[in-house]
T-cell receptor, first 114, second 115 residues
Framework: AQSVSQHNHHVILSEAASLELGCNYSYGGTVNLFWYVQYPGQHLQLLLKYFSGDPLVKGIKGFEAEFIKSKFSFNLRKPSVQWSDTAEYFCAVIPMDSNYQLIWGAGTKLIIKP | NAGVTQTPKFRVLKTGQSMTLLCAQDMNHEYMYWYRQDPGMGLRLIHYSVGEGTTAKGEVPDGYNVSRLKKQNFLLGLESAAPSQTSVYFC??????????????FGPGTRLTVL
């Protein structure tokens, strides 16, 4: 079955530290990829997405992600985190034959210490 | 535009009670979805709809029913609530122009507790 794995369930960092959250998926064909963020008490918002083209995708609030097809990965990065980045981050994938259904990772809770 | 709205925001039920969650979107989206979010499990798709009058089962449909009588509304019903249905429920909508372009927009969620 198709799945999405987020390697870290909880990450704690200090402000100004660099961030990388892992996301791997299990599907051999064409995919589209998303990172969503859920700030405390809020609904999910799209952070960035990859459909095609440049595998390095830039999103809002200084986040970026790199699609590495050979590794089935779409890791999220930010060079210097802020306290306001405290949130839960979800990776999601649409396989080409999924009838538009997203397959979600379990999420990573990120806590930034001021 | 309000985007995707959900009613109610919070609800407490007793086991065996029924209720309906309402989702409304004003973006003229064809697709609508109901998810549940549980700690450590991410989002799981309950039911979805690809257009007015159509519904389909997702990953965890048991114990839920849905209806899409109007394009802008998607109702999620619990006929006989169980404690296992305690969760946060999110509605989403999208207008995929192809498999590639399916960005989903989410509502604020409904926190349901079943005692």
């Amino acid at each position: 079955a198709q799945s999405v794995s987020q390697h870290n369930h909880h990450v704690i960092l200090s402000e100004a530290a660099s961030l990388e959250l892992g996301c791997n998926y299990s599907y051999g064909g064409t995919v589209n990829l998303f990172w969503y963020v859920q700030y405390p008490g809020q609904h999910l918002q799209l952070l960035l997405k990859y459909f095609s083209g440049d595998p390095l995708v830039k999103g809002i609030k200084g986040f970026e992600a790199e699609f590495i097809k050979s590794k089935f990965s779409f890791n999220l990065r930010k060079p210097s985190v802020q306290w306001s980045d405290t949130a839960e981050y979800f990776c999601a994938v649409i396989p080409m034959d999924s009838n538009y259904q997203l397959i979600w990772g379990a999420g990573t809770k990120l806590i930034i210490k001021p | 535009n309000a985007g995707v709205t959900q009613t109610p925001k919070f609800r407490v039920l007793k086991t065996g009670q029924s209720m309906t969650l309402l989702c409304a979107q004003d973006m003229n989206h064809e697709y609508m979805y109901w998810y549940r979010q549980d700690p450590g499990m991410g989002l799981r798709l309950i039911h979805y709809s690809v257009g007015e009058g159509t519904t389909a089962k997702g990953e965890v449909p048991d114990g839920y029913n849905v209806s899409r009588l109007k394009k802008q509304n998607f109702l999620l019903g619990l006929e006989s609530a169980a404690p296992s249905q305690t969760s946060v429920y999110f509605c989403a909508s999208s207008r995929p122009t192809s498999y590639a372009y399916n960005e989903q927009f989410f509502g604020p969620g409904t926190r349901l507790t079943v005692l």
